[in-house]
C-alpha cells in the first residue's frame, strides 16, 4: 500500500487569521437527478446526510453532502472511508443513472479560523461573506483568485475551501497573502 | 461590471465568475445540410446596437450554462433564463417591449 499524503501535508499560516491545509480528505462526486428517490435514499443510506438544499451542506453521521449543482453533489468524509461510502452508494443507487466517483486525491482543503475568516475570503473571492450573506452551513462555487474553487462555512464560524490538489499551493499562497497582519479591512 | 443571476444556482454572479459563450439560439445546421447553411451556423452572428440575446456560463460555479437578455448600449440585464429552451420566455419579451416598443431580434420580437 502506498503511503498517502496530502498536498501540502498540513503546512499553516497565523496571521490576522489562521490558514491551514487539513490534510487528507475523502471526496466523492455524485451526479444523478437529486429529486428521485433512488438518489436521495442513496445519499441518505451512504452518508447519514439528506440531499441538501441550493447551496446548502448537509451533515451526517458518516459524511457531509454539498449542493454543487442541480445535478451534483460533493460528499465529505474521512479519508478512508471514500471507497466504502461509493460501494454504498453504488449498490444502494442499484442501477439508478447516476455516477458516484472518489475523487479524494485530486484535491485539496484549506481551513481558515479565527475572527477574520470572513475577511480573508473576501478578499479573494467574488461573494457576499457579510454575515447576513454566508452563514453556516451555507455552501458556494466560486474562484478563489485566479482558480475554481469551493467554501462552505462550519458551526465553529470557520470556513472550509477546496480546490485542485494541482493549484493547492497557489491557493494556500492567496490565502496566506489575504491573511497577513496588517491586511485586515475590517468591514466584515 | 456586468451582474447576472445564474438560473441553476441563483447566485447574482459578476462578470468573472461567469464565461460569455456567444449568441443564444443558434440552431445547429450539420451533417446533410447545405454549404450555405453550415456557413450560416458557423459564421454569421447578429451584431446589435440594443437587445441582444446572448449565451453565458457559470464556469467559476456551478458551471451550468443560461441565456441572458440585455442591451449591448445601456447594459440593462432583462433576465436570465433555462438553457433548455428554444426562446426567450415571455415576461423577458414584455419586459423588453416596455422599454423598446417594436424591438426584434432575428424571429422574436
Ligand atoms: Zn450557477
Known amino acids: ?188 | 461590471m456586468l451582474t447576472l443571476q445564474c438560473p441553476y444556482c441563483g447566485v447574482d454572479a459578476e462578470e468573472t465568475e461567469l464565461h460569455a459563450e456567444g449568441e443564444a439560439h443558434l440552431k445547429r445546421f450539420g451533417p446533410g445540410s447545405s454549404d450555405d447553411e453550415f456557413e450560416t451556423y458557423l459564421f454569421m452572428r447578429e451584431n446589435p446596437k440594443g437587445v441582444h440575446f446572448e449565451r453565458w456560463r457559470h464556469s467559476n460555479g456551478c458551471g451550468k450554462f443560461f441565456h441572458a437578455a440585455r442591451s449591448t448600449t445601456t447594459l440593462e440585464v432583462f433576465g436570465t433564463y433555462s438553457a433548455q429552451t428554444y426562446e426567450p420566455p415571455q415576461d423577458i419579451k414584455d419586459k423588453i417591449s416596455a422599454k423598446y416598443p417594436g424591438w426584434s431580434w432575428r424571429d422574436f420580437s
Not at chain 1, 440531499?51 to 451542506?57: I, K
Open chain 1, 1 to 188: 500500500m502506498s503511503n498517502a499524503v496530502s498536498a501540502l501535508e498540513k503546512t499553516s499560516f497565523e496571521g490576522f487569521a489562521k490558514v491551514s491545509e487539513t490534510g487528507l480528505r475523502g471526496m466523492i462526486t455524485l451526479r444523478g437527478d437529486l429529486s428521485s428517490k433512488p438518489v436521495k435514499d442513496a445519499v441518505i443510506a451512504s452518508t447519514g446526510a439528506e440531499v441538501p438544499d441550493v447551496r446548502r451542506m448537509s451533515r451526517g453521521s458518516i459524511g457531509d453532502v454539498a449542493w454543487m449543482s442541480p445535478d451534483e453533489l460533493l460528499i465529505v468524509c474521512d479519508y478512508r472511508a471514500a471507497n466504502e461510502v461509493v460501494t454504498t452508494l453504488l449498490a444502494a443507487l442499484d442501477g439508478a443513472h447516476a455516477l458516484a466517483v472518489n475523487v479524494s486525491d485530486a484535491r485539496a482543503v484549506f481551513r481558515i479560523e479565527g475572527d477574520g475568516a470572513r475577511e480573508v475570503l473576501a478578499k479573494v473571492a467574488p461573494v457576499d461573506l457579510s454575515t447576513e450573506g454566508f452563514q453556516p452551513d451555507d455552501f458556494r462555487r466560486t474562484r478563489i483568485a485566479q482558480v475554481a474553487a469551493a467554501f462552505w462555512m462550519n458551526s465553529d464560524d470557520s470556513f472550509e475551501v477546496v480546490c485542485f490538489r494541482s493549484v493547492a499551493q497557489y491557493v494556500f499562497d492567496v490565502l496566506k497573502v489575504s491573511a497577513q497582519e496588517g491586511g485586515e479591512v475590517g468591514f466584515l
